[in-house]
DNA sequence: AAGCACGCCAACCGCACAGCC
DNA sequence: CGGCTGTGCGGTTGGCGTGCT
């Protein structure tokens, strides 16, 4: 037996929602908040909306605290920054940025900002995969020493629960990991690591960053004789 | 002026997880 | 303790607007 649908689809309304919409939805939820429940709610309302339809259009756009118009270089930075330390984890990301978000940041990110580090040569558009992983000894060594890289843990991007784990004020440093996947299928083990310190990122552009986090992977990279373009999120 | 391509973004979908019974 | 339900999240899609030919 399959998972029940969260609504009965055949009697919801479905696509852009009209301004008398938003105005009831807005109006129950001053009035009455949402109750807990957004299954009941649009019935509740005198809504033909899906209760998942209600929250994410309340959570995006009809809620008080939203933040509207383009993002500023600094949101930018932090996206970035983020992105580069943790992945694709919106929600994490918008939570940075006050009354942006995830939806926002995700479609951003993906509409404009990556391609704007793209055309700038700061990231290449084909790669394999890269992760952030954390390293939970507070006192790494200054210089990353590839032939103690196992040594390092892999945390999987589930078990950071906090938002800010990687914030201003950090006292961990993050871990850039690197795989080539063609070798890890023959069963070799050929993980590259290296470290960047949250102070490296403190004040530092967009760019600044860049070239920090990419410098350092070209140069270890190529001394490996890893392409550079092997190893960046296909995902970018 | 019409057709086409592309970019942007709102919205949907499906999965994972947590809480409740 | 296991199943069910609601919520949250990330990935993806579809439609609209705009610019180009």
Redesign the pocket.
């Known amino acids: 037996?399959g998972?029940?649908p969260?609504c009965d689809?055949a009697n919801v309304?479905?696509?852009?929602?009209s301004p008398e919409e938003d105005a009831i939805l807005k109006g129950y939820i001053d009035t009455h908040g949402?109750?807990?429940?957004?299954?009941?709610?649009p019935q509740k309302a005198g809504l033909r909306?899906?209760?998942?339809?209600c929250?994410?259009?309340w959570?995006?756009?009809l809620r008080p605290d939203i933040k509207l118009g383009g993002f500023t270089e600094e949101e930018d930075s932090i996206i970035c920054s983020l992105y580069f330390s943790i992945?694709?984890?919106?929600?994490?990301i918008?939570?940075n940025l006050p009354g942006r978000t995830?939806?926002?940041v995700?479609?951003?990110w993906?509409?404009?900002l990556k391609?704007k580090l793209v055309a700038g040569g700061r990231i290449p558009a084909i790669g394999t995969t890269t992760t952030a992983y954390i390293n939970p000894n507070p006192n790494p060594t200054p210089d990353p020493d590839l032939s103690t890289a196992s040594t390092w843990t892999h945390l999987p991007h589930?078990s950071f629960s906090e938002p800010n784990f990687h914030g201003p004020g950090s006292s961990l440093p993050s871990l850039i990991e690197v795989s080539d996947s063609s070798s890890s299928a023959a069963g070799v083990n050929t993980e590259l690591s290296w470290w960047t310190t949250e102070e490296s990122y403190s004040g530092l552009s967009i760019d600044d960053l860049l070239d920090l986090d990419f410098g350092i992977m070209y140069e270890i990279l190529s001394n490996r004789s890893f392409s550079f373009d092997q190893v960046i999120s296909s995902?970018i």
């Open positions: 037996m998972r029940a969260c689809k309304k479905r696509g852009p929602w949402t109750g807990g429940n957004w299954i009941s709610l909306r899906c209760g998942k339809s929250r994410l259009r959570l995006n756009y992945g694709s984890r919106w929600s994490v918008a939570s995830d939806n926002d995700k479609n951003y993906n509409t404009r391609k589930q995902s």
